[in-house]
């Protein structure tokens, strides 16, 4: 079945260690995204990548990095210069950009600091 | 920049009952796109309707439909016949045309009673 993976699903870290979270697509989209979702915010972009070994910040990169050295997949490192990063994480991706393609969803990791 | 308001953060309905959840935003542009997404409490972001700027037809899919206002910048969704699976966050979101950033807006709670 093609789709999006998220793992794991949840994520325990200590404070001052940088953690990656992993998304793997097997929808041969060119587009992915990574999105931050806290209660009573919706979600904010984080990063996005519209073809292998570039990308750009969303609205709150600061203390996150990304890669994306392959097509399928768009891991996302929360560094420890992150201040909040307790939060659930959603990735996506969409086929191209613009137009009205639907960006898809993974499960999302939620991933908790303390 | 553009924003994305939905001022109900809860809302209820009986089964088989109609319900309209609201969504305003704002820009400057001419041309976007509009989407309404459904989240579970399984956290799985669905796509459940999206509406070009373009068109002036409302966008139908099902029980679900948009009323879509332009010069009122108003995008409200509709659920007819509503089923005890339609209980979810939903989150209205916009999109322009020269970017591949959704921005979401903070997302309204449907309870749904039998």
């Known amino acids: 079945d093609g789709g999006i993976t998220q793992s794991p699903k949840y994520l325990f870290r200590k404070e001052g260690q940088n953690v990656t979270l992993s998304c793997e697509q097997n929808?041969?989209?060119?587009?992915m995204y990574w999105y931050r979702q806290d209660p009573g915010q919706g979600l904010r972009l984080i990063y996005y990548?519209?073809?292998?070994?570039?990308?750009q910040k969303g609205d709150i990169a600061e203390g996150y990095s990304v890669s994306r050295e392959k097509k399928e997949s768009f891991p996302l490192t929360v560094t420890s210069a992150q201040k909040n990063p307790t939060a659930f994480y959603l990735c996506?991706?969409?086929?191209?950009?613009?137009?009205?393609?639907?960006?898809?969803f993974g499960p999302g990791t939620r991933l908790t600091v303390t | 920049a553009q924003t994305v308001t939905q001022s109900q953060p809860e809302m209820s309905v009986q089964e088989a009952e109609t319900v309209t959840l609201s969504c305003t935003y704002d820009?400057?542009?001419?041309?976007?796109?509009l989407f309404w997404y459904k989240q579970p409490p399984s956290r799985q972001m669905i796509l459940v309707i999206r509406?070009?700027?373009?068109?002036?037809q409302n966008a139908t899919e099902n029980r679900f439909s948009v009323n879509f206002q332009k010069a009122a910048k108003s995008f409200s969704l509709k659920i007819s016949d509503s089923q005890l699976g339609d209980a979810a966050m939903y989150f209205c979101a916009y999109r322009s045309p020269n970017t591949d950033k959704l921005i979401f807006g903070t997302g309204t709670r449907l309870q749904v009673f039998p």
């Open positions: 990548s519209q073809i292998v070994n570039d990308f």
């Open positions: 996506a991706s969409s086929r191209r950009q613009g137009g009205t393609y639907e960006q898809y």
């Open positions: 929808l041969n989209h060119d587009a």
């Open positions: 820009t400057s542009e001419s041309d976007y796109y």
């Open positions: 509406q070009e700027a373009y068109k002036q």
